[in-house]
């Protein structure tokens, strides 16, 4: 392993002092209370320019992006951005493990597993879609506190789930924050910066996720580059408009004919069909979706394409529809085949028009 010294840090009376002014500001909006090592000797550490040196904290594919612009910034030898770059996930019960420790293996970063968080010295730690709790007294070991990359606009959808149901619930725009971490509650913290987009017609959950990682990793890296700036320019979040995004469970995957309309089913689809697949019941049995789209009006109201039960067992393809004249959220699925031995492989779901008559 290499190590580059790029510039060294003095504790000269101008830069500690400036260093100091920097931090009581971040730390009052996060509610953090004064090291133990008391204020002067927290700032004292404090650089009071770029390069940073960075301690991520994160998991899944949206991670990774951001993990990937912050390596890329620390490989680049002229903008001096990054010096130090160390990662923090989860244990996995994955041979292949998380996609953000794959990166970090694979790019020759540092890699600790929580609860282990090394004991190197850094700048500022930056989390996304990491799913733990920060105690006060870590946050508290970097002298520019910890950011968060967050798949939303704040306060809408604090949890671990904020782009499921930005999808499941239909959003026409969303976006990314970034925000600071405040310890004992989840993205609840200032906001640094937040930027919106228009959600993409009948974009699915991982589509969003492509678009949001890309724009989170670009407006980390604007954040880092004036970190003192934006920091003392972070505003507390509105106490309006707040919503959660709770995790979802394998019971959100059970379709409520009587009680969804075909739009709210087919966001379902969208939200979590690349993790789960939907189910039903069908004659006291649980059936799995294992595809489903959208059908032009004027072409039917809806239909099903079905396997004998047989066939799906043998994975094969399906040999035939049934087709109806009815909604077909306001209908039961069990009554409309009531008899039948088919089981469904796909649904595909029209808009409708008044067909009972």
Same mark, same amino acid.
């Given at each position: ?9 003095? &504790?000269?009376?101008? @830069? ?13 909006? =996060? ?5 133990? !090592? ?8 404090? +650089?009071?320019?770029?390069?940073? @040196?960075?301690?991520?904290? /994160? ?14 910034a620390r490989e680049n030898k002229e903008e001096e951005l990054i010096e130090k770059l160390e990662v923090v996930t989860v244990p996995s ?12 293996? #694979?790019?020759?970063? &540092? ?14 730690? =930056? ?18 506190? $910890?950011?968060?990359? %967050?798949?939303?606009?704040? &306060? +809408? ?6 782009i499921i149901h930005t999808v499941l619930h239909g959003d026409t725009v969303t976006g990314v924050t970034i925000m600071q971490i405040s ?5 609840? /913290?200032? $906001?640094?910066?937040?930027e919106t987009v228009s959600v993409p017609p009948k974009s699915t959950t991982k589509e969003l996720e492509a678009v949001l990682s890309r ?5 980390? $890296? ?13 505003? #507390? ?13 394998? *019971? ?14 087919? +966001? ?10 939907? #189910? ?21 109201? *809806? ?21 109806? /004249?009815? %909604? ?10 009531? !008899?039948?031995?088919?089981? &469904?492989?796909?649904?595909?779901? *029209? ?7």
């Amino acid at each position: 392993m290499r190590v580059l010294v790029r510039h060294c840090w003095g &504790p000269g009376p101008a @830069r500690r002092a400036a260093a100091v002014r920097s931090t009581p500001q971040w730390r009052a909006l =996060v509610g953090l209370g004064v090291s133990s !090592g008391g204020e002067e000797g927290l700032g004292a550490r404090a +650089r009071e320019k770029p390069p940073w @040196r960075v301690l991520f904290f /994160g998991t899944d594919q949206f991670a990774g992006e951001a993990l990937r612009a912050l390596h890329a910034a620390r490989e680049n030898k002229e903008e001096e951005l990054i010096e130090k770059l160390e990662v923090v996930t989860v244990p996995s019960p994955s041979l292949k493990g998380l996609p953000v420790k794959r990166y970090a293996v #694979q790019s020759g970063l &540092p890699v600790y597993e929580w609860p282990d968080v090394g004991s190197g010295e850094y700048d500022v730690g =930056v989390v996304a879609s990491f799913g733990r709790l920060l105690s006060e007294a870590l946050i508290l070991k970097f002298p520019y506190g $910890i950011l968060n990359v %967050h798949p939303s606009c704040l &306060p +809408r959808w604090r949890g671990p789930a904020p782009i499921i149901h930005t999808v499941l619930h239909g959003d026409t725009v969303t976006g990314v924050t970034i925000m600071q971490i405040s310890p004992k509650r989840f993205d609840v /913290g200032p $906001i640094l910066k937040q930027e919106t987009v228009s959600v993409p017609p009948k974009s699915t959950t991982k589509e969003l996720e492509a678009v949001l990682s890309r724009l989170g990793a670009n407006m980390l $890296i604007s954040v880092l580059k004036n970190l003192p700036e934006s920091l003392n320019s972070g505003r #507390q979040q509105p106490t309006e408009g707040v919503t959660y995004a709770p995790k979802i469970s394998t *019971g959100t995957s059970c379709i409520k004919w009587e009680e969804q309309t075909s739009e709210q089913i087919f +966001r379902l689809y969208r939200a979590i069909g690349n993790t789960m697949p939907l #189910q039903t019941l069908w004659m006291d049995n649980t059936v799995k979706i294992l595809d489903l789209v959208e059908v032009n009006s004027s072409i039917l109201a *809806g239909w099903l394409d079905w396997c004998s039960l047989s066939d799906a067992q043998e994975n094969t393809n399906s040999d035939g529809f049934l087709q109806w /004249g009815n %909604h077909l959220g306001k209908r039961s699925i069990s009554r409309m085949l009531e !008899g039948t031995s088919k089981v &469904p492989q796909t649904l595909a779901f *029209g808009e409708t028009k008044n067909l009972d008559a």
